[in-house]
């Protein structure tokens, strides 16, 4: 559905937004595209919606060049920017049929509206003044918007900034819903956002791909030793040292705890190792009561953290290129 072939953008020659970006997208698919503020999301998203040209390479919606043939390609993309674009003045229903007519959509108008309003849920808010509606009601006008003339690819940028839990949740289920008829990219760098509702994430940084898989798949594919944090009741200075003596131990430290008679331990296994029998059994011999086991590092912050750093440590040791 989304073909993007070594996508470069560039600004005075030197400065690149985009330095070769590349990535597919099927159709049916919600992936999110993640990256920290300034990695080239917007741009990525500028360029496939037509706002901004490439300096070099290729973006196509459904085999439609965006540059080539704009107007085919843009009839296929319904896009929602971090700023819905929406008219205060105007009434929801009012500017549904504005955006209806500036589309040049050709589907029945009050069925299709219809149909939106109930999928977005803003049916009962239709008559009132879009200056007078909550941020959570103004975001899904702006998703409203977005659907009209049934595109096949929606855009999302930053859908929940701003919103409160209660509407964070609703935009994440319509989103899903959404996904079931239309391809969804979501760009944000809430990273629990793309955790609760993508298939597949796409991390972007500093103009350039570094990561591309399935959701599950990332974490497996970078998973290091394992890091585990034991809570344990007993004499500090020994358990440390008794932890640290276990066979395939990597390291110990201590860290903070919230219990007042124990300490937790941050406990990091070589690779391939399982430390969890042999540290039981010597708290068991010890009788150290094992208050808490959990894992460290493996949540989807720690990975993009994980995968950013390294990624610009790569880059710092690469020469600059003559272009």
Not at 284 to 307: C, H, K, M, Q, Y
Request: glycine share 8%; net charge positive; hydrophobic share 40%.
């Amino acid at each position: 559905m989304i073909r993007v072939e070594n996508l470069v953008k560039s600004y005075g020659g030197t400065a690149f937004a985009l330095d070769g970006v590349s990535f597919e997208i099927g159709e049916g698919e919600i992936v999110g595209l993640l990256g920290a503020n300034g990695a080239g999301k917007s741009t990525t998203m500028n360029i496939l919606t037509g706002y901004l040209s490439a300096t070099s390479g290729k973006a196509e919606i459904a085999g439609l060049d965006i540059l080539e043939k704009p107007t085919e390609a843009k009839r296929l993309i319904g896009y929602l920017p971090e700023q819905p674009p929406v008219y205060p003045d105007m009434t929801v229903s009012e500017y549904l049929r504005f955006v209806y007519e500036l589309k040049g959509c050709t589907l029945s108008r009050e069925e299709h509206l219809a149909e939106i309003m109930e999928v977005t849920r803003i049916r009962e808010v239709s008559s009132r003044l879009i200056r007078n509606l909550s941020k959570g009601y103004r975001q899904r006008v702006g998703i409203a918007q977005a659907l009209i003339g049934d595109p096949k690819v929606i855009i999302f940028d930053e859908p929940t900034v701003g919103l409160d839990p209660k509407q964070i949740l609703e935009v994440r289920n319509l989103i899903r819903r959404l996904g079931k008829k239309h391809t969804v990219i979501l760009s944000t760098h809430i990273l629990a956002e793309v955790q609760a509702v993508c298939e597949r994430i796409i991390i972007i940084n500093r103009g350039r791909i570094i990561a591309n898989a399935r959701t599950e798949e990332l974490t497996r594919a970078i998973e290091r030793s394992a890091i585990y944090e034991y809570v344990i009741a007993g004499p500090g200075k020994e358990i440390l040292a008794s932890l640290r003596a276990v066979q395939g131990v990597k390291s110990a430290t201590s860290a903070p705890s919230r219990e007042s008679e124990a300490s937790a331990y941050h406990v990091e296994s070589a690779p391939g190792a399982d430390v969890r029998r042999a540290i039981f059994r010597l708290c068991a011999e010890r009788s150290w009561p094992i208050l808490g086991l959990g894992t460290v590092g493996n949540d989807l912050e720690s990975i993009f953290i994980r995968l950013v750093d390294d990624a610009d440590g790569i880059t710092a040791k690469k020469p600059k290129k003559n272009r």
